[in-house]
């Protein structure tokens, strides 16, 4: 049974039957590992945009990847949604009246990979 406590002016949670092991540590510090295990390659990445349909693809409209997929039909999904795109259009045009060439390369570069991204998974998946 869990009981709460106060102890110095706090209230604690006090369990008499839980013991802590006392050689248990944090997790290593390997969110970089964790996060390329998870992605293609970026070998795979530029394979997929070989494909000149799939490269025009990424750089057009169909090239957006949407914060929720297109099967979420709540308000507040589509709504995420349509900020999203309306945060990369405003964007691109600021990085275009700016003439800022770093920021809309790598506004470019997320979206094209983004969309290659979805591609091998799609593929993976079937």
Not at 42 to 52: R, Y
Request: with cysteine.
């Amino acid at each position: 049974m869990i009981k709460f406590i106060y102890k110095n002016g706090r209230l604690e949670m006090f369990n008499s039957n839980w013991k802590d092991n006392p050689n248990r540590v944090n997790p290593p510090d390997d969110d970089d590992l964790f996060e390329a295990e998870m992605q293609p390659s970026h070998l795979k990445i530029v394979e997929t945009i070989q494909d000149p349909l799939i490269l025009w693809e990424a750089l057009s409209y169909d090239g957006f990847i949407p914060p929720f997929s297109n099967d979420s039909r709540g308000f507040f999904e589509q709504r995420q949604n349509i900020i999203a795109q309306e945060h990369l259009e405003s964007s691109l045009m600021q990085a275009v009246a700016d003439k800022d060439f770093k920021a809309l390369g790598e506004i470019m570069f997320d979206q094209i990979c983004g969309y290659a991204e979805s591609v091998i998974d799609f593929r993976e998946r079937r």
